[in-house]
T-cell receptor
């Protein structure tokens, strides 16, 4: 079974600075997807970024980028120029893209607070 | 529909009563998940439906919990004889199989058992 571990329950950063959230996962699969989701106080889960395991290039979406290290099974999220609206719970998630074990697995989340 | 819709948004019920939570997926999405999120906690997997396959019920915490998905579309999560520990936000997510793997979430139902 796949597991996703987020070792930082809480983090804080000053507005305009850069912060990195950690995520590691454990799987025997070779083809899969990794995601970062954001859950602000409104409770709505929002997809931040997606990475396909077969792609060596790290995904980027504006101020959000990932550092995907397949051999190390690591998938960290970097937020540049942090904004107050980035305050949220961030979840790392894994999805197998082949076979029959097709279940979206989440880490326990990291609560990020951006301070003015 | 344009997004995943869950109803009700909030539900307060008395201990021992049964509740039904509803999820309307995005049209055409074949996979549907239910998760439970306790206050300030992560997402606990409950059940997963994929097309016409038998659902993966491995996350249901007890036999008081059950779920159906009618005609591959609307899903209902039923909790019988509710207990205070059932109080949580129940989130529904759907995706279009491996074609569009990212899941889209509803806003959740906040269940409070008093």
């Amino acid at each position: 079974a796949q597991t996703v571990t987020q070792s930082q329950p809480e983090m804080s950063v000053q507005e305009a600075e850069t912060v990195t959230l950690s995520c590691t996962y454990d799987t025997s699969e070779s083809n899969y997807y990794l995601f970062w989701y954001k859950q602000p106080p409104s409770r709505q889960m929002i997809l931040v970024i997606r990475q396909e395991a077969y792609k060596q290039q790290n995904a980027t979406e504006n101020r959000f980028s990932v550092n995907f290290q397949k051999a190390a099974k690591s998938f960290s999220l970097k937020i540049s120029d942090s904004q107050l609206g980035d305050t949220a719970m961030y979840f790392c998630a894994f999805l197998n893209s082949g076979g029959s074990n097709y279940k979206l697995t989440f880490g326990k989340g990291t609560l990020l607070t951006v301070n003015p | 529909g344009a997004g995943v819709s869950q109803s009700p948004s909030n539900k307060v019920t008395e201990k021992g009563k049964d509740v039904e939570l509803r999820c309307d997926p995005i049209s055409g999405h074949t996979a549907l998940y239910w998760y439970r999120q306790s206050l300030g906690q992560g997402l606990e997997f409950l059940i997963y439906f994929q097309g016409n396959s038998a659902p993966d019920k491995s996350g249901l915490p007890s036999d008081r919990f059950s779920a159906e998905r009618t005609g591959g579309s609307v899903s209902t999560l039923t909790i019988q004889r509710t207990q205070q520990e059932d109080s949580a936000v129940y989130l529904c997510a759907t995706n279009y199989d491996r074609v569009i793997p990212e899941a889209f979430f509803g806003q959740g139902t906040r269940l409070t058992v008093v």
